[in-house]
């Protein structure tokens, strides 16, 4: 398989959709940053690039550890990637704003989702150090998006309820599919 930028991957993991049940419970915290989580991190760097989105969080690719990947670029080489263990918002501005969402676990459906507008994030880099992330704008909101899927919230519960009666027949129709999808 090749990526958009030429080269290869190796390991591609499939993103999994609503409904599937490791995206609706929460992930547990990673015991120790080692050598299967960089590999983790590193799958899951691929497969974003892959999917063209910008966060994925690993109960999207079916591990249930608390492991974001992010990179607003969307593309290999360019922009910065983030990879944080056991982030959490320690802080997050009152101020919000409203903007369009999506989701690779959830596609076909964007929505307008109301988010604070700056949060500092704690987490762990790659080598098990802490690291203190301050972000507005985009990153914020990604970042509280990733965060929420390791909450096993998706972003679908945070729309309006006008919004919500308009993708029922969506959400109908995904988990139809799921369970024809069954073995």
Request: aromatic letters at 2%; glycine letters at 8%.
């Amino acid at each position: 398989m090749r990526d958009p930028a030429g080269g290869e991957y190796h390991d591609f993991v499939k993103v999994l959709r609503y409904p599937h049940p490791c995206l609706l419970r929460e992930a547990s915290r990673v015991a120790t940053v080692d050598e299967d989580v960089r590999g983790l991190a590193a799958e899951m760097l691929q497969t974003l690039y892959l999917s063209r989105g910008v966060g994925l969080a690993a109960p999207q690719v079916g591990v249930s550890k608390r492991l974001i990947v992010i990179n607003l670029a969307a593309a290999p080489g360019q922009g910065q990637e983030i990879v944080l263990a056991n982030p959490d918002v320690v802080d997050a501005a009152e101020e919000r704003t409203e903007d369009d969402e999506g989701c690779l676990s959830v596609p076909g459906i964007t929505r307008v989702v109301s988010r604070s507008e700056r949060v500092v994030v704690r987490g762990l880099d790659l080598e098990g150090r802490p690291r203190e992330i301050v972000a507005e704008g985009l990153l914020s909101r990604v970042l509280q998006h990733e965060i929420d899927h390791l909450d096993g919230i998706l972003f679908i519960s945070k729309i309006s309820p006008a919004d919500k009666v308009a993708i029922k027949p969506k959400l109908r129709e995904m988990r139809m599919k799921a369970r024809e999808d069954k073995p």
